[in-house]
């Protein structure tokens, strides 16, 4: 079946630098996608979202950016701190708006202080 | 604003007791309500979401079963509790069409 994966299972950062996670996405069909962030013991929380007319979308200092043609999708976190130190998973939600969202399997974000 | 409540947070039962994990969500009306459960380490699986009163998809064949006996209501149990019933339980909520999925805090489910 058609699926979200992510291109790395870990990521180290140092403090202050610029996180990049990405994330692949095979289903073409797709035209609405999130970003959740996962700190341990707790549920995930949504970050931001971009629906397949936009490229690029700006939150708080995370930007998502999304390229339709190869099918990527990537979240960028500014200034990274020791807070943004979680799992990040990306989710995609294509086939009609019931249809549950398909959750890739994550990426451990590590913060180097 | 729109609230969701899991609990427990942690539940330890031993195998062969029966399980209810319950679910409700606040400030909206006719969500679409999920259940998800999360080894250790991994990623989501997703278990059985309703988009209605009374309707239950079932995405995993296993020792578990959901209804949903009101509109903000989401209850997970089983009879008969396995070892491998042991996990991170997420219930979460969202509106209809192009919209993100709201969390709970989870049950960590420990099962002796």
New interface residues.
């Given amino acids: 079946g058609e699926s979200v994966g992510l291109h790395l299972p870990t990521l180290s950062v140092q403090e202050g630098d610029n996180s990049i996670i990405n994330c692949a996405y095979s289903n073409s069909a797709s035209d609405y996608f999130i970003w959740y962030k996962q700190e341990s013991g707790k549920g995930p929380q949504f970050i931001i979202d971009i629906r397949s007319n936009m490229d690029k979308r700006q939150g708080q200092r995370v930007t998502v950016l999304l390229n339709k043609t190869v099918k990527h999708l990537s979240l960028q976190i500014a200034a990274t701190q020791p807070g943004d130190s979680a799992v990040y998973f990306c989710a995609e939600n294509g086939v009609s708006g019931n249809t549950p969202l398909v959750f890739g399997k994550g990426t451990r974000l590590s913060v180097i202080a | 604003s729109q609230t969701i409540h ?1 609990w427990p947070a942690t539940l330890v039962q031993p195998v062969g007791s029966p399980l209810s994990l319950e679910c409700t969500v606040e400030g909206t009306s006719n969500p ?1 309500l ?1 259940w998800y459960r999360q080894a250790a380490g ?3 699986q ?1 278990l059985f ?1 309703s ?1 209605g009163i009374g309707q239950i998809s079932s ?1 995993v064949p296993q020792n578990l079963s959901a209804s949903r006996p009101q509109d903000r209501q989401f209850i997970l149990s089983s009879k008969k509790l396995l070892l491998s019933d042991s996990g991170f339980y ?1 219930c ?1 909520w969202k509106l ?11 049950t ?1 489910l420990t099962v002796t």
């Fill in positions: 899991q679409n999920y991994r990623g989501l997703l979401y988009v995405e997420l979460a209809g069409g192009r919209a993100p999925l709201h969390f709970g805090n989870g960590r």
